[in-house]
DNA sequence: CGAAGTCTTGACAAGACTCAAACTGGGTGG
DNA sequence: CCACCCAGTTTGAGTCTTGTCAAGACTTCG
């Protein structure tokens, strides 16, 4: 059994900058007049650390000892099959949390750096000590988790019921929101996304020869072209159209299954 | 926009049974000694509700105005896009929790009554004011949350990578498991699940139809046999063998990505 | 009894995967 | 500076899993 953390490198200054200037994630939960909150937040987390592209931050099957807080660079979090088969379930992106799962359990999944990333970590009793002493980053927690759980919902709907092309424009088009920090995405936008196609293949549960071709129809439909880790926005109506085949609102809330098994 | 609670039957009495017996669920959050926090959670929740199997529970697109909280009966928990199809992305049983999303979010699916079933809904308002002054109580809701996104992302890897047989071995070992209450399933038990392969079919993003196959495949190979809502494990091990191709250790930690883009 | 829905099966089509090979571009080392 | 290597990307041909269409048998319910 691995250690939990792989510490590359450490950074010279053992505070997370962002807990200083709260821009974003877990660390923004906790409420600014709250100092004796904001102090305890600062004594609590461990050096921040650096990894490389590429290196695991834990591997799946670790004992889960730390939340992780993502400070800058993307992460992929992964889960893998003995055969090597590999589900990307979802990217992290600065801001972001993870590692965390129910008490007494294991992680069932592994962290990779996709990019160099610095993250910040703190160990699972310190947080939750923390957040039962501090409310509002108990709050933000709670927000992070059931955030991640919605995203999972739209996540698991899109691979389940969607083709190929719905799958990879979905994708493309959430990385592109997120990584933009804009609600929707705007024609002619070029916008960076770290990943290769065999990333976008095992976040699709596409092949990577599938990805390629799906991207070359994208391209000569107009809608996206995809190099190089930039993704180029050729057409957003076009995106949107692929990326979003639910219309999200109770449309069609009258479909009902019949009832052969009323009791239990 | 539909009402989020269609109150199809009031139960009698008023109060939940579970939170009295506290055998299961939310409510068993809450410490036997803390008397003042289970006066609080009577106080808190609404009128038990009883559904007919069909019923919806909530639609896709309401206002999330409820935590609900599974007193008996099966519920589905669906996605649904404009053009019919749908993705069940979990079945929850007695004891489980549903219909919490991220503060300000709309509910992005919709959860059913596949069973009658018997609900204790709690304002959501009424529960995070609860969940801050019982701190058990708001444990238990971290511990679920959390135990649904680890679920949450062995499905998505099993629809992501597994075959059809896979998909469908998974889900029926799991609700075998969840169903039978205990943490491996014996060759020779038979387990009631009260689903029809259309179910099976949107849970696993199959068609029924191949579902149809898959099911005399697994019953040919003397695996298990599923007829009329009661799944007959045939051989455990076999079954085992189908649903569990990873080996939930890090037995394959050092497969690696490499790093075109370490900047980002 | 008929109606509706589920389950079952067959024949066929299509989307996605496999295998194989060539091209690209960025590093590395001579 | 060039040759080489490596991983990623691109393309083609063929296969196979899964989806589609169609139709019949069975069950439940009114």
Redesign the pocket.
């Known amino acids: 059994m691995r250690a939990a953390v792989n510490p590359i490198r450490l950074q010279s200054q053992s505070q997370c900058a962002f807990c200083k200037s709260r821009h974003n994630g877990l660390c923004q939960g906790v409420d600014a007049q709250d100092s004796d909150g904001l102090t305890a937040l600062e004594a609590a987390h461990s050096p921040v650390r650096i990894f490389d592209a590429g290196d695991a931050i834990y591997s799946q099957g670790d004992a889960a000892e730390y939340v992780f807080n993502l400070i800058s660079g993307w992460v992929a979090v992964h889960r893998d099959l003995a055969d090597g088969r590999r589900q990307i379930t979802h990217f992290v992106l600065p801001g972001g949390m993870f590692g965390s799962v129910p008490a007494g359990r294991d992680l069932n999944h592994g962290a990779t750096a996709i990019t160099n990333a610095t993250i910040c970590p703190i160990g699972r009793v310190k947080f939750d000590e923390l957040r039962r002493r501090v409310p509002s980053l108990n709050e933000q927690f709670i927000w992070m988790l059931e955030q991640d759980r919605y995203r999972a919902f739209e996540t698991l709907t899109t691979i389940g019921q969607g ?2 092309k719905e799958r990879i424009g979905q994708l493309l088009n959430d990385l592109a929101v997120t990584a933009a920090g804009e609600t929707a995405i705007r024609t002619g936008v070029a916008i960076r996304i770290p990943l ?3 990333h976008l293949a095992e976040a699709t ?6 990805v ?2 799906v ?2 129809q994208l391209r000569e439909a107009a809608v996206v072209e995809f ?1 190089n880790g930039m993704l180029a926005v050729i057409d957003a109506r076009k995106l949107q159209a692929i990326a979003e085949p639910s219309a999200d609102s109770n449309c069609v809330a009258d479909r009902q ?2 009832r ?1 098994f009323a009791q239990l």
Chains 1, 2 share one sequence.
């Open positions: 083709s190929a290769t196609q065999r549960g596409l092949t990577p020869i599938h390629n071709r991207l070359r190099h299954w019949d052969p």
